[in-house]
């Protein structure tokens, strides 16, 4: 590994957000972001929509000017540049390749801005072509182009100039899945061997999950939770997360010495700092439990539906005292009768307890409306 | 099977017919008002002269012949001049007074189309007479002129060609606006933001990526003022004073002065003609500007 929270934190990052607010009207889109985002990182904003995560990508690429805070590309300030004199480059969501002119003028458009020579131009947007495989494409305009081309003509426009730090907008959310597939992989690839720092929005946790180095979990305007994709999912750190990230059964109760007391009265296992009362919640993944024979384990209870999803099924127990059925995946081999009585075996080790933050939820969290 | 055949034609027919009432006044309108006249003139304009109007049914070419009398080939010319004249000026009017709408915040851009077509709901002479009042030697503008010491005399402004094409333009106006602004209100706002994010200047951006995407609109523009400009002849007759015969006049005059039918006709027939041509390139450019904007070959 080259990259990732822990090698680069001795140097300064590339990206650095301090207290970053920035309201539409009365409706407040960021509350203080504080991030960082090191050199040669792919990292991803994660969060439902409207939680703020593109108002921050337009944030640093200048199309929006936060209320408060600053941006610090490189320790410089960014935020008093005007957004055509930024060392950042951006990949939009719709591509907004120029319809008029040829994928190879698309691509020279950023070079030409730029004021290099012709000769150079023509170099470099032959070389972009050839990294996205257009090559044949170059005289065509976007509009006889597949949409997977033109993302990658949008991908090679926003790669040519070289930037130090790439951001995209939701760059796979217009693709059908195989696409998707491939280009996942592509932008991997490619950022590692550009050696950039790529800061990717999306919606969607799978993609993040898969291709960032670092995700940040956005809701409401606020960050949940940086951190990498196996720690947000082994160890997520808000209630949102947890939910958001992810199946987990989310049981609500109240700190209590050892685990998390449970309103029926049951206590679950799990290892937590939280002071003793305060409303909590245990996440327990679905493949964190075991089915077990009636009346042994953790909970009973009766199963309703099973799921047959090829090598694991799932299987949806509904306890008595839990208001939404308890998730959990078995082998395929071991799925029990529906109807029949069952009991869960949870791996206290691997469970979560985190705060149940839902109540002292955020004044702005009822009234976001802002869509991303 | 002749009987199963009648049946079936018999259906199709019915099918035919029962569009009829909603196409039927549509196509009795363009036929009465848009076929008929064009067919007219056509036929009028291979005929001979009647002595007191009409035709007389010989066949002659002679009108055609006519056109290129250097007299008629100088109102033409002086037509195309004056109708371009106008034609670019408002543009160069028109174009910022559209980018400026499709800038406005929504509710204000509504406001401001409004205001553009406002002149529309007032009758057209009444708004061609309100130029002679501006413009004539005691108008408002020389005794502004005067008042501020810009001149002593008054400045012969009524009756000059420059005050027909001030005329032309203050009437086609709002048909350059409305296109220019439809064009420019269309525009993807994130394809300027890309050419922002890749380096251009605010300037950079008009010139390479809003002007060029905006050029069908203006050609639409363009047309819309240029055709009609190119018939108009009553801001010739009122504000120009007579004293500028453009095509237009120069046809109403065939008809109703020299009682030249036929000849009026082929000046029609040739001018209605050019206007087509015009139309088709103005197709023709459109269409190869906005080529990528309907795709074809990939997702066909």
Known sequence: ?372 | MPALRSAASGAAWRRRLAGLPILGPGVLFLFVLAVLPVALVTVYAFFERGRFGGVEYNFTLDNFVRLADPLYLGVVLKSILIAGAATGIALLIGYPAALFISRLPKRWRTLALIAVLLPFWTNFLIRTYAWILLLNNAGWINQGLQALGITTEPVAMLYTEPAVVVGLVYMYLPLMILPLYASLSSQDAQLTEAATNLGSSPFRVFRTVTLPLSAPGALTGCIFVFVPAMGNFIIPELIGGGKTVLIGNLIRDQFLKARDWPFGAALALVMTAFLVLLLVLQQRASRAVSEGKTPRKADA
Not at chain 1, 163 to 176: F, G, I, N, Q
Not at chain 1, 312 to 337: D, K, W
Not at chain 1, 339 to 344: A, E, H, T, W
Request: with cysteine; proline share 5%; aromatic share 4%.
């Open chain 1, 1 to 372: 590994m080259t990259y990732g929270p822990d090698t680069v934190s001795a140097s300064q990052p590339l990206l650095q957000l301090r207290s970053l607010s920035h309201s539409y009207g009365s409706v407040q889109a960021l509350h203080g972001i504080d991030l960082d985002i090191a050199g040669n990182e792919f990292f991803a904003l994660l969060g439902p929509s409207g939680c703020g995560k593109s108002t921050l990508l337009r944030s640093i690429a200048g199309f929006e000017t936060p209320a408060h805070g600053e941006i610090l590309l490189d320790g410089e300030p960014l935020t008093a540049l005007p957004a055509h004199r930024r060392p950042v480059n951006m990949m939009f969501q719709s591509y907004a390749l120029f319809p008029h002119l040829s994928v190879e003028k698309n691509v020279a458009y950023g070079l030409e801005a730029e004021g290099r020579g012709k000769a150079e131009v023509r170099r470099r947007v032959g070389e972009a072509l050839e990294t996205i495989g257009l090559t044949k494409f170059a005289k065509r305009r976007p509009g006889q182009l597949s949409g997977g081309q033109r993302q990658r003509v949008a991908l090679a426009r926003a790669i040519v100039k070289r930037p130090r730090l790439l951001l995209l907008d939701e760059p796979l959310s217009a693709l059908d899945r195989k696409v998707r597939a491939e280009m996942q992989l592509e932008l991997k690839r490619l950022q590692h061997e550009a050696g950039m720092t790529f800061v990717v929005v999306t919606h969607d946790q799978e993609e993040a999950m898969s291709m960032a180095d670092r995700v940040a979990v956005l809701n409401a305007g606020r960050l949940e939770q940086v951190d990498t994709p196996v720690a947000l999912y082994a160890a997520p750190r808000t209630r949102f997360v947890a939910d958001f990230i992810g199946t987990a059964n989310l049981l609500d109760g109240t700190a209590a010495a050892g685990g998390i007391l449970l309103d029926n009265g049951l206590v679950i296992a799990a290892d937590h700092t939280l002071p003793a009362g305060t409303a909590a919640t245990a996440v327990v993944r679905p493949e964190d439990v075991a089915l077990a024979g009636a009346g042994t384990g953790t909970l009973s209870g009766t199963v309703v539906d099973t799921f047959f999803l090829g090598g694991t099924s799932t299987v949806s127990v509904q306890v008595p005292g839990l208001s939404a059925p308890f998730t959990c995946t078995v082998r395929a081999v071991q799925v029990p009768q529906r109807g029949s009585q069952v009991g869960l075996v949870i791996d206290a080790a691997r469970t979560v307890a985190v705060e149940d933050d839902r109540a002292a939820s955020r004044p702005g969290a009822a009234q976001e409306t802002v869509s991303s």
